[in-house]
C-alpha cells in the first residue's frame, strides 16, 4: 500500500495546531489549498470518531471520509467511506506532538495511505498517485503552516475576533 507523508514544524503550542486543522468553512478554505467545499455529513456539528465529512477537492474530485480516531490535541485519523472510482482504499492520519528543542512549536506529521482500482491498473495508477498525493500533501501542509501563523484563523480558534 502505497504511502505519502508530509512534516513541518509551526510556531504554536500542540492544541492550537490541532484545532486549526479542525476548523471549517470559510476559515479552513483560508489555509486549506485543497478544499472546494467541505461539510460534516448526517447532522453532525462537530468532528469526532465516527463522524463523516463530505470534501470537493479542488478539481472537483468528491470524497466522503469518516473520522476513524479523533484524539484531540494529539491525532485524528480518517478513511474513506464513498470516493473516485480509482481509489479502491485511502485513508490517512495527522499526529501533533511538540517540537523538540523548540518550546510553544508543534511538531505536524500528515500521512496518507491508498491502493488504486481496477487491480491490473493499479502498479501504475499506484506510482502515479504518490507523485500527484505527495504534491497535494505538501501544499497541504504548507497551507496549515500559513494558518498556524494567520491572526484570522489563529483568532477563531482562540474564539475571539481578528483585530
Not at 486549506?32 to 447532522?43: A, E, N, S
Not at 484531540?72 to 490517512?92: A, Y
Request: with cysteine; proline share 7%; aromatic share 12%.
Amino acid at each position: 500500500m502505497p504511502v505519502v507523508e508530509s512534516r513541518c514544524v509551526v510556531p504554536v503550542e500542540v492544541a492550537v495546531a490541532f484545532a486549526v486543522s479542525q476548523t471549517q468553512g470559510a476559515i479552513r478554505k483560508r489555509w486549506d489549498p485543497f478544499i472546494r467545499r467541505q461539510h460534516l455529513v448526517g447532522g453532525a456539528t462537530v468532528p469526532g470518531k465516527g463522524v463523516r465529512t463530505w470534501t470537493v477537492q479542488r478539481f472537483g474530485f468528491a470524497m466522503e471520509s469518516e473520522y476513524v480516531s479523533y484524539n484531540p490535541p494529539s491525532n485524528v485519523g480518517m478513511k474513506m467511506t464513498k470516493g473516485s472510482w480509482f481509489f479502491e482504499r485511502m485513508g490517512g492520519g495527522w499526529r501533533f506532538s511538540p517540537a523538540e528543542g523548540q518550546p510553544g512549536h508543534t511538531l505536524a506529521v500528515w500521512r496518507y495511505n491508498f491502493t488504486c482500482r481496477p487491480r491490473w491498473l493499479a502498479p501504475l495508477a499506484e506510482r502515479i498517485g504518490v507523485l500527484v498525493l505527495q504534491r497535494d500533501i505538501d501544499r497541504r501542509i504548507a497551507g496549515f503552516a500559513r494558518g498556524c501563523s494567520d491572526p484570522v484563523v489563529l483568532a477563531h480558534v482562540a474564539g475571539t475576533p481578528a483585530a
